[in-house]
RNA sequence: GGGCGCGUAGCUCAGCGGUAGAGCACUGCCUUCACACGGCAGGGGUCCCAAGUUCGAACCUUGGCGCGCCCA
């Protein structure tokens, strides 16, 4: 076998490995195109710790087929690839296998945890770019970043001090979402509100002068070690008498006052409610409403969330250190001991979890940094109402204007090791120094003052913000930021609008003055095939790698795009992925049908001239496929791209134009064999083209063996969209001898011709047009539809099929074969079913409103219709009768 | 409670004003010289329900019913 023979069976796995080294051996991901008009996607960055999963499948399909599309239509086209450093699940995954050692991450100085992440990342961070290559994917690796890295480290450190100086960041006392797991704050998107079980209790605080008592009810009794008001509503007549006298707590025996406040529901409960300013996001309102400044709000919680005595002293020992789940248990106990207790009800509550950790979050007051979201949200806002970004479908503007109109400030600090330390200094006094390092803070500071650094690092997200312009070179004015910034499209899931999205958005306009991208196309969740969600603990998963193994990148990659219909949710069926490798497995015996036939690389980029109709129509097909194409892509149809691939290939071109050119190949027409050899060339040349953005590895290699190239073919160029060369005459023509060959197969086969047989055909009523084409496609047409000559002498008399089409009829004589019931029957289906649509017909346009308003060519069309079913009705019962 | 979306063939989904399509599944025939991971032919749908707009509605409007997601 010489090296450019197709092997019989097709093998993805060898292909894959091998191309794929080649591309990125040879720099073919980012050649060198200065002049070129740029295409820039930055990829929405892995986690370093992550594997991948089916949605980084889907996320980065769709990404490549627009590169690579875009790529074949000459743009300097440039995928920006790396990883995020991922906080909270790196610091984890470390400490995990510190905890292996026996060693704990408190242990050891901070730097040196560092260093074990930092080799950590080195030694497995890669897997997922490992694994982004078996896809396909044609990142630019030589430009991989990693938002920890020094660029973009140094980009975070401008955007900080830059915000803090613009007063945009701020450091400020409130309540945070405490994670009580991985004792850090984390933003209010962490936070994931799950529906529990749970109960509403009852109590009864004593007033302070033994004049009565009310009633309380919470669901989390524990906090009332910590209460510091009763609130009742200023219009609940029940209270009125009450307002501003003192409550003395059970338990602890504090002393807080009854305040009058909207938050108090007067239906729920006894209408009056316990206000723990410092562990309730409601309660910390009313509390500074009724004068409470958050520096006297008490605690009762350390880091862990434990009790933890309160600044006033009150809180009895025996309930210190006690979790708050123990402290639950004591506190319940000791009240229906004091008969404090009245009664106990079930009730569904609604309860905070931390989205990496799963414990319930602690609302907890302490100093964190915050970025005032609002006001870069305006801008934000104001680019997409202007239309210099839009999102893909256009539906997920609401979700983002409806979350940006909303906003709140943006918790950016974290108690962890692992991140971007935020750049600011205090001196003894606690005064703040926002700088780029040390010695710029110490400046500001002056000399002499003794100087640290806060502790806490960025929120990840805060980094990620600056992705689509920190890897680009920002805040260096780099010639890459220069020509690909803005980026071009941003393709993610639904999911991380509010995450990324909008935060890119903010920063991107903040600091460039651009939004980062002019469309944003987001993709639904890819789901199991009964349409759960994939989740690991729920054991659904599918493995992308494993799909690669078992039927090709290039399978799951077309599977992907087929079925991305623009944000659905994608329920992932493996039979849809065989039946697309199906698909590679036919294109891959198409060229080496093609291969078998002389037929090889196309020699021109322009379609041949062809002179046969069957030629012609193919390459104007070829071109009506092209523009479909590129219509799909310019609307972001990834499924109508895929599809309209799909069926060109299979149908257009293996199922008719490879069976119609048999005869011609087998012919001894030399003219002929050479012009269609020629076209079907350029056709599969052009199949392979259009199919590579979304097939990378089979089309390049059968690329490859149909001759020798002078390019690859991740740098041939697109098809060239002509419409000049689509020929109406030439498709006319064919769409006739597809239908009669079709007609011929459908009547053969419900009259239970053996499959075999070949029998003789015989033409009435056939105008010279179709004597003509009938002359022209004989040997088609004998071939395909098993005629053996065709006839226009009368029909021999007897039992014969009837074949309606056009103003001709075609008869094949099955005298002693044919069931006269059965072709009664089919003749009398056919007709029934024109004469239905003639009944319809003929109501619509005799109605006068239609003629009247309907438009015109409508009308038009209309009318052309009932006449050709008319005349079909027509030959159908004329065929009956002859049968007799 | 606020917002978004979805109910079309057995399944998964396109279509979104001119009278219903695809893939898979299903049925019959075919070991036809590229391919059985194939070829040919075929069956299958009150387009969730109701009212309205329109010459005409799966498509637009309103209201139901059912399901999902996001934010409180």
Redesign the pocket.
């Known amino acids: 076998m010489t090296d450019r023979e197709i092997p019989?069976?097709?093998d993805p796995a060898d292909i894959e490995s091998r191309w794929y080294a080649h591309w990125e051996e040879s720099g073919a991901f980012r050649p060198d195109r200065p002049d070129a008009e740029p295409f820039t996607i930055v990829i929405p960055p892995p986690n370093v710790t992550g594997s991948l999963h089916m949605g980084h499948a889907l996320d980065n399909t769709l990404q490549d087929v627009l590169i690579r599309y875009q790529r074949m239509r000459g743009r300097d086209a440039l995928w920006v690839v790396g990883t995020d450093h991922a906080g909270i699940a790196t610091q984890m995954v470390v400490e995990r296998r510190l905890a292996a050692d026996g060693v704990k991450r408190t242990d050891m100085m901070r730097a040196e945890f560092e260093t074990k992440v930092w080799d950590w990342k080195e030694e497995s961070g890669g897997t997922i770019t490992t694994q982004l290559r078996r896809l396909g994917a044609s990142c630019d690796w030589s430009n991989e970043r990693f938002t920890m890295d020094d660029g973009l480290s140094k980009a975070v450190r401008k955007v900080f001090v830059d915000l803090y100086d613009k007063g945009l960041i701020y450091r400020d006392k409130r309540l945070v979402n405490w994670d009580p797991k991985f004792k850090t704050a984390i933003s209010?998107?962490e936070?994931?509100?799950r529906?529990v079980n749970g109960r509403f209790w009852h109590m009864t605080y004593p007033l302070a002068d033994g004049s009565g008592a009310l009633s309380v009810a919470t669901t989390r009794p524990e906090t009332m070690l910590a209460d510091m008001a009763v609130a009742v509503h200023p219009d609940d007549d029940r209270y009125r008498a009450m307002v501003g006298k003192m409550v003395k707590l059970p338990i602890t025996g504090r002393e807080i006052p009854i305040v009058t406040d909207e938050h108090a529901d007067p239906e729920l409960g006894s209408g009056a409610v316990k206000i723990t300013p410092g562990h309730d996001f409601n309660d910390f309102d009313v509390g500074k409403r009724a004068g409470i400044v958050p520096a006297d709000m008490l605690n009762m919680f350390d880091d862990e969330a434990r009790i933890v005595q309160t600044s006033d002293g009150l809180i009895p020992n025996a309930y210190l250190g006690l979790s708050r789940e123990d402290a639950r248990k004591a506190l319940v106990a000791e009240l229906e001991e004091t008969g404090a207790l009245e009664r106990v009800e079930d009730r569904t509550i609604?309860a905070p979890y931390g989205d990496r950790s799963g414990v319930v979050i602690e609302p907890w007051l302490t100093d964190q940094w915050y970025v005032d979201a609002e006001t870069l949200a305006k801008p934000a806002m104001a680019a997409v109402r202007s239309g210099e970004t839009k999102f893909v479908p256009a539906?997920?503007e609401?979700?983002y204007f409806?979350?940006m109109e909303?906003i709140?400030p943006w918790c950016i600090s974290r108690q962890l090791w692992w991140g971007h330390q935020i750049p600011a200094w205090y001196d003894a006094d606690g005064n703040v120094f926002v700088a780029d390092d040390a010695e710029a803070a110490q400046r500001k500071a002056g000399e002499g003052a003794a100087l640290t650094r806060d502790p806490d690092v960025l929120d990840t997200w805060f980094s990620s913000g600056l992705w689509p312009f920190s890897t680009l070179g920002w805040p260096d004015e780099t010639a890459m930021l220069e020509k690909h910034y803005p980026t071009d499209v941003l393709v993610t899931g639904?999911?991380i609008i509010?995450f990324w999205v909008a935060r890119m958005m903010m920063q991107g306009i903040e600091f460039t003055g651009k939004a980062p991208f002019h469309t944003v196309y987001c993709h639904g969740l890819v789901?199991a095939?009964?349409?759960q969600?994939m989740s690991k603990s729920k054991g659904n998963t599918v493995d992308p790698l494993g799909i690669i193994d078992k039927y090709g990148a290039d399978a799951l990659r077309f599977t992907m795009t087929a079925?991305e219909?623009?944000g659905?949710?994608?329920?992932l069926?493996e039979?849809?992925i065989?039946?697309?490798?199906?698909?590679?497995?036919?294109l891959w015996?198409?060229?080496?049908?093609a291969q078998?036939?002389g037929i090889g690389a196309s020699q021109t980029y322009a379609p041949p001239s062809a002179t046969s109709a069957v030629n012609r129509w193919i390459i104007g097909e070829t071109i009506r496929t092209a523009q479909a194409l590129d219509g799909a892509i310019a609307e972001y149809?990834f499924?109508?791209f895929a599809?309209t691939a799909?069926?060109f290939a299979?149908?257009r071109f293996?199922?008719?134009y490879?069976?119609l050119i048999?005869p011609v190949l087998?012919g001894e027409d030399e003219a002929a064999k050479e012009e269609t050899k020629a076209v079907a060339g350029w056709v599969l040349d052009q199949i392979l083209v259009m199919l590579h953005p979304v097939m990378p590895f089979i089309t390049e290699e059968l690329w490859h063996k149909m001759g020798p190239r002078p390019y690859d073919l991740i740098h041939a160029k697109w098809v060239a969209a002509d419409a000049h060369h689509v020929e109406e005459d030439a498709a006319r023509e064919v769409d006739w001898l597809i239908d009669l060959?079709?007609a011929i197969?459908?009547s053969?086969?419900?009259l239970?011709v053996?499959?075999?047989a070949k029998l003789p055909l015989h033409v009435r009523d056939a105008s010279a047009e179709t004597a003509a084409r009938l002359g022209r496609n004989t040997a088609m047409i004998e071939r395909?539809a098993r005629a053996e000559g065709i006839s226009t002498a009368a029909a021999p008399e007897g039992g014969s099929a009837q074949i309606v089409l056009g103003e001709a009829t075609y008869i094949i004589p099955l005298e002693g074969v044919i069931d006269l019931a059965a072709e009664r029957a089919r003749l009398t289906?056919n007709a029934e079913a024109a004469e239905k649509e003639i009944k319809?017909i003929e109501g619509?346009l005799g109605?006068p409103?239609?003629r009247?308003?309907?438009?015109p060519e409508?009308v038009v069309?209309?009318e052309e219709k009932l006449v050709e079913r008319k005349a079909e009705a027509e030959r159908l019962r004329a065929a009956l009768t002859r049968l007799g």
Request: glycine residues 6%.
């Open positions: 019989k069976t097709f209010d998107l936070v994931e509100t529906e609604q539906t997920w609401k979700t409806n979350w909303n709140q639904f999911d509010f789901r095939a009964d349409g969600k079925m219909s623009q659905r949710d994608i329920k069926d039979r849809r065989e039946g697309y490798r199906n698909f590679a497995t036919k015996n198409a060229a080496r049908f078998g036939y149809r499924d109508s599809g799909y069926h299979w149908d293996c199922d008719w490879l069976e048999k087998q060959i079709g197969r459908s053969r086969s419900e239970n053996p499959a075999g395909l289906k319809s619509r109605n409103k239609f009247e308003k309907a438009k409508v069309e209309t």
